[in-house]
């Protein structure tokens, strides 16, 4: 794989965390899922996705714990998630053995790091997740003070392009009004919708101060991206965190 095919959180962890979040560029995938899809329940040909998966693992040097992800807030160890992939929508690893994975497509990768670099985690926030409390409850299953972790935004959908309804919005603004910062109203009832800022207040309230990235839009960058709300049938990316021993 070429550089191009992934790159690296900007953020300040530490020499032991290291990190991947690969784009649409690089597979085997064809059609509406060229090229790097990773994503075994979107449509494609098995074969495709698994010959993609095993590129990225060569840059990956110790086994991608996927999740099958189902838009809960249930955290669990990595390690128990690479046999099999157990229903979640975070991990978490403090052992080396295992890289936290998550997919996404337009919902919000977040990665977690320890700032001692012995406990790490992914976390896929999609609005529900993410108005139920994934994110504190990945925080949560890390085990170590909230103010000593920090966390990167991967690539999500970004605040232009995320038009919700008033149930979204009603889902984080009645149990925190600060959030209506987070939405512009666009009439009829509908809002765009600030993903990032969302996660970012979120994180802030949960103890995480030190936040990074939360700079991409999946929709508008259709060359590097995948985006569901934008094509509908499409490919995932993955974004992953491990400790490298």
Not at 67 to 83: G, K
Not at 114 to 134: C, E, F, K, M, P
């Amino acid at each position: 794989m070429s550089a191009g095919c992934f790159f690296t959180a900007d953020w300040d962890a530490p020499p032991s965390v290291k990190t991947l979040i690969t784009t649409r560029q690089g597979g085997v995938s064809e059609g509406v899922f060229a090229s790097l899809n990773l994503g075994l329940h979107v449509g494609d040909r098995p074969q495709h996705v698994l010959h993609n998966r095993a590129l990225v693992q060569q840059a990956v040097p110790v086994p991608m714990a996927y999740l099958n992800q189902t838009h809960s807030t249930d955290v669990v160890r990595a390690a128990d998630s690479i046999a099999q992939p157990q229903n979640a929508d975070a991990s978490w690893d403090d052992t080396g053995k295992a890289a936290c994975t998550v997919m996404t497509a337009d919902c919000l990768p977040v990665l977690f790091c320890h700032q001692s670099g012995n406990v790490v985690a992914a976390a896929h926030a999609g609005w529900r997740g993410l108005a139920g409390g994934i994110l504190q409850n990945t925080v949560r299953a890390m085990g170590v003070p909230a103010h000593e972790i920090m966390a990167y935004l991967a690539p999500a959908i970004g605040a232009e392009s995320f038009e919700v309804g008033g149930d979204v919005q009603a889902a984080f603004c009645a149990p925190n009004p600060a959030a209506q910062s987070c939405f512009a109203p666009l009439g009829n009832g509908k809002y765009l919708a600030d993903i990032y800022g969302l996660a970012h207040q979120i994180l802030q309230q949960a103890g995480v101060s030190r936040i990074y990235g939360g700079d991409f839009c999946t929709v508008k960058e259709s060359d590097r991206f995948f985006s569901y709300r934008r094509d509908g049938q499409t490919g995932r990316m993955a974004s992953a965190v491990w400790i490298e021993r």
